[in-house]
């Protein structure tokens, strides 16, 4: 069964002279596979898209692994049938003087192994929403920084809100103050913010809206 044990080399337990460890029965060993294996659809739907990368190659792994105990388990019904035929009763003769001869079994479809995917062909699928997804982040943890060093939020709504501020303010100076709660400090916490700080704010935020979506 040596030559059999050929195509799983990469899943079994070798000894220190890279051989095969066998049973009895000619059987290997298989080695532990991937854990923590996390199906990429309900990650996609949840839009969890940080660590995809390491999930699609998990799930490539787990692909090869899934055929591995596959082809053990053909292995075992192999040899399983290989010990039934070697072992075949002689053939006995009926009462009316016919031969009655057990049939051997049919020998087990060996499984054909898959194509190792990349990460890329593993997330193709899901290209598009892929996409989406990460624009969609980038916009909702966006924090732009103004030329006095002060920090906005820039996801949507903080845009809407400066937006709005502005149109509400659009009479005061530039130098004038907007209390604003800015990135880097806690939500709620609110700091004098000049009329002129927030014009620009937006400015930025807007450019880096239209940057993640591609949009001229």
């Avoid at 923590?36 to 998990?58: C, H, Y």
């Avoid at 990460?119 to 732009?144: C, G, H, M, W």
């Amino acid at each position: 069964m040596t030559n059999k044990l050929d195509p799983i080399l990469d899943f079994i337990v070798l000894d220190d002279e890279q051989n095969p460890v066998t049973n009895e029965q000619g059987l290997p060993t298989l080695l532990q596979g991937p854990i923590g294996t996390k199906s990429i659809p309900d990650l996609i739907a949840k839009g969890k898209v940080e660590n995809l990368a390491l999930f699609a190659e998990l799930q490539s792994k787990t692909e090869q692994w899934e055929w591995a105990n596959k082809y053990y388990d053909y292995l075992v019904e192999l040899n399983e049938v290989e010990q039934y035929n070697a072992n075949l009763p002689e053939p006995v003769a009926t009462e009316d003087g016919a031969l009655f001869e057990v049939e051997p079994k049919a020998l087990p479809t060996e499984p054909e192994r898959p194509a190792v995917r990349t990460v890329d062909e593993v997330l193709e699928p899901y290209k598009v929403t892929i996409f989406k997804l990460q624009r969609q982040s980038q916009i909702d943890n966006a924090v732009v920084q103004t030329s006095t060093g002060k920090t906005f939020d820039a996801d949507e709504l903080s845009i809407t809100r400066m937006a709005n501020a502005l149109i509400k303010h659009w009479q005061l100076n530039e130098d004038d103050t907007i209390p604003w709660s800015t990135a880097d400090v806690a939500t709620g916490v609110m700091v004098e913010c000049t009329k002129a700080e927030i014009v620009e704010a937006h400015s930025l935020a807007t450019d880096h809206f239209a940057d993640a979506w591609n949009i001229n």
